[in-house]
Every structure is written in C-alpha cells, then in structure tokens.
C-alpha cells in the first residue's frame, strides 16, 4: 500500500500544474485557425523555409481552407522578430480606391447607406498577395511556387470542411446575396445542391486557377495581369470602384514596429493604422504600477481594474487614431509615462467610472468579429506574427465570378460618416475618415514579447474591436499570472471598449465575481466565444508550446 500512495503522490507531483496542455515542440511551431493550413506551414519549414516562407504558405492556404476571413481578397499585417534582433512590421492593409470620397456612402439625407458593408462598392483595394510577396521578397528562402502551390492544391482537389467551417458556410447570410458566393459555398453539387456539411469536400477550381497563375506570375497577375483584368471588369459591371490603377497603384508599407517595456519584458507589436499597439502598451503601463495581480486571475479585483484602464484606453482610440500616412497619431503623448500616470489615477479601485465622466473620445461600438491570426515559429528562432482580414465574415459576400475569391469588405473600418455609427455600431472620428489611398484604422494587433531580449510569447487573434483587449488579457495571463499559454488562451475573457458602457463577460467567469462586478457599477452583460487567439510561448526548459484556442477548431503543431 505504502508504495502505492508513494508513486500516486509522486505522479502528482509529475502532473502539469495546469489543467489544460499546449502543443509542445522542440524547433518549430505552426499555430492557426485551420488544420490543413498548420500542416501547409508546417511542410513549408520541413523544407528547409523559415517562418516568413511558411507565413506566406498559410495565408494562401486558409484563403481556401477558412474562407470567412482567409482572404487573397483582403490585407493585414505581418509583424517579424528575426533571430538576430531585426524587427519589421509589414503592412498590407487595404487602401480606399481612387474614386473614394468621405460621404461616398451617405444617402441623400445624409444617413449612412449598407453600401460599405455588402457589394461591391464595400471593397478596398486587397493587399494580401502583394503583402505576402513583398514579406517573401525580402526575407523568405523557399521558391515563390513552393509556398502558393499547396494553397492551390487544396482549391483544386478540395479538403474535407470541418464542423465549424461547414456550419459557417451554412448560415452566411452575406454568401446566400450573392449568386456567386451561393453557388459555390452553400451549393454542394455532389448532394444535389443541399449545404455542405462537415467531412463534405470544397473544391474550389476557380481559385484554384487564380492561385496557379500567382504561383507562376507572382503578384503580377493579381495587381496587372488576368486575375487584375477580370476583377476589374467585374467591378466596373457591377458598380464597384476599384481600377487598374488603383491596383498597380497598391503598395505594401514597411513600417517600425511599436515597442515598449512591461515588468522588465520587451513588446513589440503593430503600429497604426492598427490602434491595437498603442492600446496594449498604453493598458499595460496602466497596470504596471499597481497590484492589481495580487487578488489573482479571473478575481473581480483584477477584472475591474483591467476594465477600467481599458475604458480609459477606448476612449482615445478613434478620437486619435487612422491611417498615419494621413493623419498624424500622437503615439508618444498617447503612451507618455506622465499621460498614463494621470489615466491611471482616475481609476477608483472600488467602484466603475461611468463612461460619461471618461474623455475624450466618441466611438466604437462593436466592429466585426472575424479576421483571423496565425503564429509561426522556425527552428532558427524567427518568429512571425500575421493577422490579416476580409473585415466581416466572408468580407462584401461578393465572390468575383470567374475568380472564384471573395472580396473584402474594409471600407466599412472607415469612419463612413464622422460622429454617427457604422453597421456594427462602431461611431469613428475625422481621424479615420475616407479620403482616397488611405488605410482605415484597425484593431488587428499581432503582437510578439521578448524575455531577455529572446522571444517569449507570440500573440494574436481576430475579434474586431475586442482583439486588442483579449491580447491584453493574454499577456496578463502569462506574465502576471503565470499561467502556461494553453491556459492563457483558455481563460475565460472579458471585455470594456468605453462605449457602450458595458463589460462584457465570457460564461466562464463566476457568478460570485458577476455579482461583486455588479456591486462596484459595472454593467454587466454574457457573450459567447471573445475572440479566438492563436500563441506560442517559449517555455524555460527550451521547449516550444503550441497554444490553439480552445473555442475554435485550430492547430497547433510542431516538430
Ligand atoms: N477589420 C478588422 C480590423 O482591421 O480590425
């Protein structure tokens, strides 16, 4: 008996200390959104690429693997730490079109118009395939065609839908619009037109088509050649307004990625036009000199204070923030140790602020929830982050016949009229007004942690406004409460963007600590699923940890 309680107490001592375990690996690590993607990252460092190289291999497969926010249609940001301590951040976010114009979507009486949310007119100029050849060009090794081929492979010869994938493509209401769309995502010909369900295979050859011709011509073919061609024939029949020069005219931004320190850890993550990097080192500093932490994870303590300095940062964000090639973003006053000092003692440890009393500010109510980020480490110690976006789930709904991509619906992250809310509710300032060749702002916040000057957390997610905070809470997670990453991940999330004054909580957190947020004035309300975070940490004993979110079907996988 006694050595039977002897090795039960020593498997105890063995067991990890967390609930939920992580991927782990020894070289490398591929987390994304989509199974077949992980594996086409994956095969892409077996080849001998680095993390870029297979950084482009997923985003051209979950163009056709996860098309609700994969995209070739679309844009986003690729933020790299390379193993020798370079950094760059590669924006390929879309642009408005040369005939955009501030009130293009303002009805005669002046009231915004569905216009920049579904059609054709919804569309930025994409970024995405210039984006990930520019990242290529410069910083991959692998051969162009090696990196689109799998992606094109997968169009051509289908891959069996998951769950998730298969009950998304069921209930797009934008897909069912557009003929196009209907036709080939709702349309499973092999069951006599029913819906696709899950283990069905999509086969898409169109793109297919379109992804051979990018393998061999580049992004050429996209911005100039007879992908480019086609698209704009289409836009001009249907009453879209992007050109050929508005293509040829596309170009990916180089930018300095932002940094900043929290408890002795580097962070580095995106620059505008995301407002997310100056939201996460601005709520970061907010946190750094209390004890908020002591309390622990998930405590009302902790959640109220995390809420309060997000409120406060909400209140700036679209007050001071767009395309800084257009509007100058006052980044250093924003993050000023001074400016942050005085936010933070506004913070009433015991009791909410009403939003009211919070300046300044005038926006955001709830923006898109789709967009979708992957996490990639190679064997030499790069890392690389990448969010990138159709904006809405499926973008404008728009499939471009003869194409067979959807289109993006990005124009709808502009301001479309300054001061009155969009269609998700989301009300924006001059600051991320439209104005032809501009960015619209974003939350897309790809964000990758130092510890001693070595990578330690790679982070990111989709989820519209609530992504800055879930990457916020994440890093929380694993720098203040100690969490492994696959806990991190997993922990039930919250979230407070000043306006509407509410904090919106995931089901998991307890009803004592509802009750006791309640108490203080927050108001309270129970959402499902906050975003869907794809990280890697790089454990102290050498290891890497694969972290997929547990409320989607993702993969983490290594070797
Ligand atoms: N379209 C989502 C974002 O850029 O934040």
Redesign the pocket.
């Known amino acids: 008996m006694h050595i039977f309680r002897f090795v039960a107490a020593v498997a105890v001592l063995l067991l990890p200390l967390y609930p939920a375990q992580p991927v782990r690996a020894k070289s490398a690590m591929v987390v994304t959104r989509e199974a077949h993607a992980t594996d086409v990252g994956v095969a892409a460092l077996k080849a001998g690429g680095n993390a870029v190289d297979a950084a482009v291999a997923v985003g051209f497969a979950l163009a056709v693997t996860h098309p609700s926010a994969g995209n070739i249609g679309g844009g986003g940001f690729m933020l790299v730490r390379f193993a020798d301590g370079r950094k760059t951040f590669l924006d390929f976010r879309e642009m408005a079109p040369a005939k955009a114009s501030r009130d293009m979507y303002l009805d005669a009486s002046g009231n915004p118009t569905k216009d920049s949310v579904i059609g054709w007119r919804a569309s930025g100029v994409p970024g995405t395939v210039r984006g990930l050849e520019t990242a290529h060009k410069k910083y991959g090794k692998l051969a162009w065609s090696k990196l689109v081929t799998p992606a094109a492979d997968l169009a051509k010869n289908g891959f069996p839908l998951s769950y998730g994938t298969a009950l998304s493509l069921k209930s797009a209401r934008n897909l069912a619009a557009s003929p196009e769309s209907k036709r080939i995502f709702q349309t499973n010909a092999q069951k006599n037109g029913d819906f696709f369900e899950p283990g069905d295979l999509l086969k898409q050859p169109e793109l297919a088509k379109v992804l051979e011709r990018i393998a061999k011509h580049g992004a050429e073919d996209f911005y100039s050649g007879e992908t480019a061609k086609k698209l704009v024939s289409q836009m001009a029949a249907n009453g879209g307004t992007i050109t050929l020069e508005d293509l040829a005219h596309y170009k990916t931004v180089e930018r300095t990625p932002l940094e900043g320190k929290y408890r002795g850890f580097d962070i580095i993550t995106a620059p505008p036009p995301s407002s997310g990097g100056i939201g996460i080192l601005q709520m970061l500093a907010m946190l750094e000199k209390t004890d908020f932490a002591a309390s622990g994870a998930g405590s009302a303590k902790s959640i109220h204070f995390m809420a309060e300095a997000m409120r406060r940062y909400y209140a700036d964000r679209a007050e001071f923030m767009g395309d800084p090639d257009f509007y100058k973003v006052p980044v250093s006053k924003l993050l000023n140790p001074k400016y942050v000092d005085a936010r933070r003692a506004t913070i009433d440890a015991d009791h909410a602020t009403s939003s009211d009393e919070v300046r300044p500010g005038d926006i955001n109510g709830k923006?898109?929830t789709e967009?979708t980020h992957y996490s990639i480490v190679d064997a030499e110690g790069n890392a690389v982050a990448v969010t990138y976006?159709l904006?809405g789930g499926y973008g404008s709904g728009v499939t471009v016949p003869g194409l067979g991509f959807l289109l993006n619906n990005?124009m709808d992250?502009f301001s479309v009229k300054p001061g009155a809310p969009n269609m998700y509710g989301a009300i924006g300032g001059e600051a991320n007004s439209i104005v032809a060749g501009k960015r619209p702002l974003?939350?897309?916040t790809p964000s990758i942690v130092l510890k001693d000057g070595k990578p330690f957390l790679i982070v990111g997610t989709p989820g519209?406004t609530r992504?800055i905070t879930s990457v916020f809470e994440v890093i929380v997670n694993v720098l203040d409460f100690h969490m492994n990453v696959q806990d991190a991940v997993n922990a039930p999330r919250f979230h407070h963007q000043w306006k509407p004054d509410k904090l919106l909580l995931e089901p998991g957190i307890s009803p004592d600590t509802r009750l006791l947020l309640s108490q203080q004035g927050h108001s309270i309300e129970t959402v499902n699923a906050i975003c869907e975070v794809a990280a890697i940490q790089f454990e102290a004993d050498g290891w890497l940890a694969g972290a997929s979110d547990s409320r989607v079907d993702g993969k983490a996988a290594g070797y």
Do not use: A, P
């Open positions: 923006e898109s967009t976006t904006n990005e992250d974003s939350s897309m519209g992504i």
